[in-house]
Nanobody
Framework: QVQLVESGGGLVQAGGSLRLSCAAS????????MGWFRQAPGKEREFVSC????????YDEGSVRGRFTISRDNAKNTVALQMNSLTAEDTAVYHC?????????????????WGQGTQVTVSS
């Protein structure tokens, strides 16, 4: 059974930082790109970042570039998202996802396994 379990969300003041983690089990972690998506209230889910096995990364070209950093530990089957300089616009439920492909991708349809999500709330 595939499981993706996120942790690290919470309430933080604007300008602060949070580190999200995702623990994956029951899947071939090595063969897959891993990604983070987020869904704000009343909005569609959007791509944040992804990383492939070798550490190649892709970020949303909008507001997260330069503030968020994705990483993965292939020995522990985990992926992390370090989020700095948070703003109220970053408030959302953040989901970890595992792709069916090994290359980095921002396409939601390329991701076949999803975690339940962790809430990030940034107070202004």
């Amino acid at each position: 059974q595939v499981q993706l379990v996120e942790s690290g969300g919470g309430l933080v003041q604007a300008g602060g930082s949070l580190r999200l983690s995702c623990a994956a089990s029951g899947l071939s972690f090595r063969d897959r790109a891993m990604g983070w998506f987020r869904q704000a209230p009343g909005k569609e889910r959007e791509f944040v970042s992804c990383i492939n096995w070798r550490g190649g990364v892709l970020y949303d070209e909008g507001s997260v570039r330069g503030r968020f950093t994705i990483s993965r530990d292939n020995a522990k089957n985990t992926v992390a998202l370090q989020m700095n300089s948070l703003t109220a616009e970053d408030t959302a439920v953040y989901h970890c996802a595992a792709a069916r492909v090994s290359t980095t991708t921002s396409k939601e349809e390329d991701y076949i396994y999803w975690g339940q999500g962790t809430q990030v709330t940034v107070s202004s």
